[in-house]
């Protein structure tokens, strides 16, 4: 009997479970793809396959859940953009695969900022956590920079968003082009006057 009510528990708690990463990631998905200003908790709810009532049941409000998502989308950014430390073509590649999957979801909430507290709010951090990146993956090269806060910043320059868009969205070059390009202008700058001594 007692083990009946644990797994009914338990797979109970999973359902619960599910349920709210199926909210999150509507939620995340969606601003991704719609201006925020268009997006009601009705059309989270549809994408998700549940009701208003059960988004509110699991958060609260819309800035319940718009906290929520925010750290839902936060763990999976900084697990898609890891890469191993000093790894120059580990780094591109990983920031090239995370634009391809949220670039231009990242594009339309920066065309927002101005004027959308939630979006300033996300893209701010999100400015952060590439500055945090790039200090991270570069380490040892900026560590043997004469200048490792000049060479940080055009890393960050390099390897930002927009890099990727000129290359692959206005420029319209295919994704393994662009990381190559990419690939270049960071090799570019860890080779020239803001260089470390042993690149």
């Known amino acids: 009997m007692n083990t009946t009510r644990s797994y009914t528990m338990t797979s ?3 359902s619960v479970d599910e349920t709210r990463r199926r909210i999150l990631t509507a939620c995340v998905e969606l601003h991704g793809e719609r201006l925020s200003a268009d997006l009601g908790l009705d059309d ?3 994408r998700a396959g549940v009701s208003v009532q059960t988004v509110l049941r699991h958060f609260g409000s819309r800035a319940g859940l718009a906290d929520a998502a925010f750290e839902h989308a936060r763990i999976d950014v900084e697990d898609e953009r890891r890469a191993p430390v000093g790894d120059v073509a580990a780094a591109i590649r990983a920031i090239v ?3 391809e999957r ?6 339309l909430m920066l065309a927002q900022e101005a004027h959308e507290a939630l979006m300033r709010r996300i893209t701010e951090h999100g400015r952060g956590i590439h500055r945090d ?10 560590t043997a920079a004469p200048d490792p806060e000049a060479l940080a910043e055009l890393l960050v320059v390099a390897t ?3 890099a990727w868009k000129l290359l692959r969205r206005d420029r319209g070059l295919p994704r393994e082009l662009t990381e190559q390009r990419m ?3 960071v090799t570019a700058l860890l080779t020239g006057p803001a260089a470390p001594d042993h690149p």
């Open 183 to 185: 690939h270049q202008l």
């Open 160 to 162: 930002d968003v927009y």
């Open 44 to 46: 989270i709810a549809a």
């Open 133 to 142: 990146w790039v200090d991270e993956v570069f380490a040892p090269l900026l």
């Open 97 to 99: 695969d995370h634009y």
């Open 12 to 14: 109970r708690a999973r």
């Open 102 to 107: 949220r670039g231009d979801a990242v594009l």
